[in-house]
């Protein structure tokens, strides 16, 4: 997998969906919430050294072509309230708003050493290549 998203969602085949469905996609979770790791937050961190006309423009030109904000509700958290955040970061990004039930499957297969066929192991002292992904 490229990222986290299709951990969050339980698989790449479900990231890859998504994605078809619109490449324009913020995706949020707890994680990225806490993290501050979204739109509105990072307007109020650019508008503490930039002003607020200034971090405006420039949320404007970062998230352009965005259509549409994703929560991935992976059951950790309170759900309404993520749910509620995310949906007020679409608003703010004039986006369009959907959630959808994420799993926590394949980092819960990673952490206890179920690495299958959807796990790339490599030998210690062993080259990590681009093409063992693909």
């Known amino acids: 997998m ?12 479900d990231y890859e969906k998504e994605f078809e469905k619109c490449p324009g996609t ?11 790791a979204e739109p509105l937050a990072e307007f109020k961190r650019y508008t503490e050294s930039y002003g607020e006309e200034n971090a405006q423009w420039m ?3 970062q998230y352009s072509n965005y259509q549409r904000v994703l929560f991935i509700d992976t059951g950790v958290g309170n759900r309404e309230e ?3 955040y995310s949906s007020e970061v679409a608003k703010y990004i004039k ?5 959808r039930q994420g799993s926590l ?6 952490l206890h050493g179920d690495w299958d066929e959807e796990f790339v192991v490599t030998s210690p002292g062993r080259m990590v290549l681009q093409r063992n992904f693909l």
Do not use: N, T, V
């Not at 951990?7 to 085949?13: E, F, N, V």
């Not at 986006?95 to 959630?99: C, S, V």
């Open 26 to 36: 913020i995706y949020l979770s707890k994680g990225w919430i806490d993290q501050g």
């Open 95 to 99: 986006a369009d708003y959907q959630e």
């Open 82 to 84: 993520l749910a509620k």
């Open 105 to 110: 499957r394949l980092l819960e297969k990673l």
């Open 59 to 61: 949320i404007d030109s």
């Open 2 to 13: 490229h990222d986290c998203i299709s951990i969050l969602m339980g698989a790449r085949q």
